[in-house]
């Protein structure tokens, strides 16, 4: 393994000398922004997504997810470096030395906690099962409190490892993953009220569903497949739209018992006096094709795959004095066409932002923290999301891509163009414009925006 050399050995300041914000990091896996209630999904109910979208701040279009893969987007977001740098492909393990967001937060005097999938430590085929991979002491990218798995697609037989002090004896969760990681992450938010001189915290939930194979809590299962209302890009009459039948009750209930989850956390802080101290950042690591344009699976640089939740809720005491503003800040989703491209590398230093901590010179995201404020964008603020898939698989060619503020999506394959929507028009992405003769000046436009993208962070390209 290779160790991670940062860009500048400055070290990060310590905040002011005031009663810090907690914060919450809340994401799933395989969670495509389409599939919220307030998002317009007819087939799920999910009010307290939808709660926490219209009293906070969310995206119409949701956030990107720069390397819509698990471990290639895990890393990023631990560390807001680009994946060239970080986790270039799939179970390839984050670098030994690589700073996380924990580091920032542990200089600042929080406590600092993840429960649940890590993925990020290079466990393959070769090396064992995931489920049952045992992350070291020192693997745990610096969290104070680590409770989790490296990884696992049975969400009724999860085992985690790990505490406080570094234990490492596996034991396996009762019941669903999700319910019984919640009660984790409860119990942690009990300990630190009760503790008198506890610090402000950074604590991160990350849970698997609804990643495949799709089976929810019988409870949850609750459409039949011929109730499905498919997005109107799945292919009619073959086996796309069959599949689509029949995974979307289990994903509509997946999602559900995860909404349900996060009610249960949002009603702790509140019993515990820590709703409005407390940031909620919910996201998730990539989409789901489910179907559209005939495709399964992620990677794909369509919508559905790279498109993820966005929502920057909680701390209601910080904007009880914004309640009747005009904007952003009076929450749910700006229009489409002025959404902020937010990409996997800036979910770090906006939760630090959130904070009032400095974004440490080695991470390359932007802070997108004042929109969550309602205050106006900074003149540099980035134009463009950049998606790096650097590895082919068998869903999807290497390729690079990049959405722009104002509403277009361009894909590049090392063969040359590949797509190019106009999301304005199209939000659907029916008509590929990538090789229309009436597009060609918007196209050279694109890749040009593209190139210098890419040689802004580096990425040595395909």
């Given at each position: 393994?290779?160790?991670?050399?940062?860009?500048?050995q400055?070290q990060?300041?310590r905040v002011?000398?005031?009663?810090?914000?907690?914060?919450?990091?809340?994401?799933?896996?395989q969670?495509?922004?389409?599939?919220?209630?307030?998002?317009?999904?007819?087939?799920?109910?999910?009010?307290?997504?939808d709660?926490?979208?219209l009293t906070g701040f969310?995206?119409?279009?949701?956030?990107v997810?720069?390397y819509p893969l698990?471990?290639?987007?895990?890393?990023?977001l631990l560390?807001?470096?680009?994946?060239?740098?970080?986790?270039?492909?799939?179970e390839a393990?984050l670098?030994?030395?690589m700073p996380?967001?924990?580091?920032?937060?542990?200089?600042?005097?929080y406590?600092?906690?993840?429960f649940g999938?890590?993925?990020?430590?290079?466990?393959t085929?070769?090396?064992?099962?995931?489920?049952?991979w045992?992350?070291p002491?020192?693997r745990?990218g610096?969290?104070?409190?680590?409770?989790?798995?490296e990884?696992n697609?049975?969400?009724?037989d999860?085992?985690?490892?790990g505490?406080?002090?570094?234990?490492?004896e596996?034991r396996k969760?009762d019941?669903f993953e999700?319910d019984?990681?919640?009660?984790?992450?409860i119990?942690y938010l009990?300990?630190?009220?009760e503790?008198?001189?506890?610090q402000?915290?950074?604590?991160?939930l990350?849970?698997q569903?609804?990643h495949?194979?799709?089976?929810?809590p019988?409870e949850?299962?609750k459409l039949?497949?011929?109730e499905?209302?498919?997005?109107?890009n799945v292919p009619?009459g073959?086996?796309a739209?069959a599949?689509?039948?029949?995974?979307?009750?289990?994903?509509a209930?997946?999602?559900?018992n995860?909404?349900m989850?996060?009610?249960?956390?949002i009603?702790?802080?509140r019993?515990?006096d820590?709703?409005?101290?407390?940031h909620i950042?919910?996201f998730?690591d990539h989409?789901?094709?489910l179907?559209?344009?005939?495709?399964?699976g992620k990677?794909?640089?369509?919508?559905?795959?790279?498109?993820?939740p966005?929502?920057?809720?909680?701390a209601?005491f910080?904007?009880?004095?914004?309640a009747?503003?005009e904007?952003?800040?009076?929450?749910?989703?700006?229009?489409?066409g002025?959404?902020?491209?937010?990409n996997?590398?800036?979910i770090a230093?906006?939760?630090?932002?959130?904070?009032?901590?400095?974004?440490?010179?080695?991470m390359?995201?932007?802070?997108?923290?004042y929109l969550?404020?309602?205050e106006?964008p900074?003149?540099?603020?980035?134009d463009?999301?950049l998606?790096?898939?650097?590895?082919?698989?068998?869903?999807?060619?290497?390729?690079?891509?990049?959405?722009?503020?104002?509403?277009?999506k361009?894909?590049?394959t090392?063969?040359?163009p590949?797509?190019m929507?106009?999301?304005?028009?199209d939000?659907n992405?029916m008509?590929?414009?990538?090789h229309?003769?009436?597009?060609?000046?918007?196209?050279?436009e694109l890749q040009?925006?593209l190139?210098?993208?890419?040689k802004?962070?580096?990425?040595?390209?395909?």
């Amino acid at each position: 393994m290779n160790s991670f050399k940062p860009p500048s050995q400055r070290q990060t300041r310590r905040v002011r000398d005031r009663k810090q914000p907690n914060v919450l990091w809340l994401f799933g896996d395989q969670h495509r922004h389409h599939a919220l209630g307030c998002m317009g999904d007819p087939n799920l109910h999910t009010p307290n997504f939808d709660q926490l979208a219209l009293t906070g701040f969310t995206l119409a279009r949701g956030a990107v997810s720069g390397y819509p893969l698990c471990c290639p987007f895990r890393g990023s977001l631990l560390t807001g470096v680009y994946p060239h740098r970080c986790i270039p492909v799939h179970e390839a393990p984050l670098p030994d030395g690589m700073p996380t967001i924990a580091q920032p937060f542990n200089e600042a005097g929080y406590d600092t906690a993840w429960f649940g999938k890590w993925h990020v430590d290079g466990c393959t085929e070769a090396k064992g099962q995931a489920a049952y991979w045992v992350v070291p002491p020192e693997r745990r990218g610096g969290f104070k409190e680590w409770v989790g798995y490296e990884n696992n697609n049975n969400q009724f037989d999860t085992w985690v490892h790990g505490g406080r002090n570094g234990e490492c004896e596996p034991r396996k969760l009762d019941g669903f993953e999700t319910d019984a990681l919640t009660d984790l992450l409860i119990d942690y938010l009990e300990r630190r009220a009760e503790d008198p001189d506890a610090q402000p915290f950074f604590a991160a939930l990350s849970v698997q569903p609804p990643h495949w194979p799709l089976q929810c809590p019988p409870e949850y299962h609750k459409l039949r497949p011929d109730e499905v209302q498919l997005r109107p890009n799945v292919p009619p009459g073959g086996s796309a739209e069959a599949g689509a039948r029949l995974g979307t009750p289990g994903y509509a209930g997946l999602i559900e018992n995860w909404d349900m989850n996060v009610g249960r956390i949002i009603a702790a802080l509140r019993r515990l006096d820590l709703a409005e101290s407390t940031h909620i950042v919910f996201f998730a690591d990539h989409g789901e094709m489910l179907g559209s344009h005939g495709h399964f699976g992620k990677v794909l640089p369509y919508d559905e795959s790279i498109r993820v939740p966005f929502i920057l809720g909680g701390a209601d005491f910080f904007y009880h004095g914004l309640a009747s503003c005009e904007g952003p800040t009076r929450g749910g989703p700006l229009p489409a066409g002025t959404d902020a491209p937010i990409n996997h590398v800036d979910i770090a230093p906006t939760t630090l932002g959130l904070c009032g901590i400095p974004v440490p010179d080695w991470m390359e995201g932007h802070d997108y923290s004042y929109l969550r404020r309602g205050e106006t964008p900074p003149a540099e603020s980035p134009d463009c999301a950049l998606i790096q898939a650097i590895e082919p698989r068998e869903e999807s060619p290497a390729y690079r891509a990049i959405v722009t503020r104002n509403g277009w999506k361009y894909a590049e394959t090392a063969e040359g163009p590949w797509l190019m929507f106009n999301l304005n028009d199209d939000p659907n992405e029916m008509a590929n414009l990538a090789h229309h003769p009436g597009h060609a000046a918007r196209r050279a436009e694109l890749q040009l925006q593209l190139r210098e993208k890419m040689k802004e962070v580096g990425d040595p390209g395909m």
